[in-house]
């Protein structure tokens, strides 16, 4: 089992930056792939970014490249997720998951095992 927190949502002006945060427990972190991903009202839940077990893979969902960097401390059993020039757009619940694999970063909802209980970003114009 694997027990996730996410801290570090808040309501921001467009343009502002945030950082989330992901505390991992339960199992090895250093052996999970993670992911980040978000909730709209209304909408489906959708991939933001992830991250290979020692952090030497990532990848992004387009939307947000060059923006939201993923990034994590093992030895802390964190992952981050830095978003920068948020727009409106960027409102939602952003969830942290995690994988039973190591090396594969997936942007599939399906593809995680784990999942926290999500942080709420607002970003007002």
């Known amino acids: 089992q694997v027990q996730l927190v996410e801290s570090g949502g808040g309501l921001v002006q467009a343009g502002d930056s945030l950082r989330l945060s992901c505390a991992a427990s339960?199992?090895?972190?250093?052996?999970?792939?993670m992911g980040w991903f978000r909730q709209a009202p209304g909408k489906d839940r959708e991939f933001v970014a992830g991250i290979s077990g020692a952090g030497g893979n990532t990848a992004y969902a387009d939307s947000v490249k060059g923006r939201f960097t993923i990034s994590r401390d093992n030895a802390k059993n964190t992952v981050y997720l830095q978003m920068n020039s948020l727009k409106p757009e960027d409102t939602a619940v952003y969830y942290c998951?995690?994988?039973?694999?190591?090396?594969?970063?997936?942007?599939?909802?399906?593809?995680?095992?784990?999942w926290g209980q999500g942080t709420q970003v607002t970003v007002s114009s």
């Open positions: 339960g199992r090895t972190f250093s052996s999970s792939a």
């Open positions: 998951a995690a994988r039973n694999t190591y090396n594969s970063v997936s942007t599939s909802r399906g593809a995680y095992d784990y």
